[in-house]
């Protein structure tokens, strides 16, 4: 299966604690973008990462959230310290042009 | 004004008729429109994507651009109960890699 993986599928975590986000982009793609949908909302764009480097952030609230994607593994997005309204579902996207594909998701849900 | 704006629904045809779902955007200067749809629980699927104005045809789909009037437009034909899901409409607003911008999207009830 060549398509964009994320892990873990479902994630639960107490407030305070941190969650981590993986994103492995589909094969041949460099570019990947992590989108976050809360509950009857529509997606919203958090940040978009090339190998090594962030390329724009603007989506991604300024505190507590952060995004990588090293050279070697997938990309990251790591939520620091979780509330309650952190709850979503947190998709990654690969793109090679400007078609983007969409992984599984993950849902998270702080208690 | 929202930047991408859809009709939420539900909307409800019968099988068998041709669905229509609409999107307006803001920017005059985007540059590509997609198609998603979203089944329950489930992630987006790309469905189609268009750049230039007029009609794009893929089997049962037709997605419709019209730049002028900063609509675009998904038709289903022959629509099937596993057509029912959420539509997403997503506009780019600048060509090659940049974030999508989404609509809240529109849910297709097919009714057999």
């Known amino acids: 299966n060549a398509g964009v993986m994320q892990n873990p599928r479902h994630l639960v975590r107490r407030r305070g604690q941190e969650a981590r986000l993986r994103c492995s982009p589909m094969?041949?793609?460099?570019?990947v973008y992590w989108y976050r949908q809360l509950p009857e909302e529509g997606l919203k764009f958090m940040v978009y990462?090339?190998?090594?480097?962030?390329?724009?952030e603007s989506g991604m609230p300024k505190e507590r959230f952060s995004a990588e994607f090293p050279k070697e593994g997938p990309s990251i997005l790591r939520i620091q310290q979780v509330v309650r309204g952190d709850s979503a579902a947190y998709f990654c996207?690969?793109?090679?042009?400007?078609?983007?594909?969409f992984g599984p998701g993950t849902r998270l849900t702080v208690l | 004004q929202k930047e991408v704006e859809q009709n939420s629904g539900p909307l409800s045809v019968p099988e068998g008729a041709i669905a229509s779902l609409n999107c307006t955007y803001s920017?005059?200067?985007?540059?590509?429109f997609f198609w998603y749809r979203q089944y329950s629980g489930k992630s987006p699927e790309l469905i189609m994507f268009i750049y230039s104005n007029g009609d794009k045809e893929d089997g049962r789909f037709t997605a419709q651009l019209n730049k002028a009037s900063q609509y675009v437009s998904l038709l289903i034909r022959d629509s099937q109960p596993s057509d029912s899901a959420t539509y997403l409409c997503?506009?780019?607003?600048?060509?090659?890699?940049?974030?999508?911008?989404f609509g809240k999207g529109t849910r297709l009830s097919v009714i057999a």
């Open positions: 920017d005059r200067g985007s540059q590509s």
């Open positions: 990462l090339q190998k090594e480097n962030i390329i724009d």
């Open positions: 996207a690969s793109a090679d042009l400007d078609t983007q594909y």
């Open positions: 997503a506009v780019n607003r600048n060509s090659g890699n940049t974030p999508l911008v």
């Open positions: 094969k041949g793609h460099s570019h």
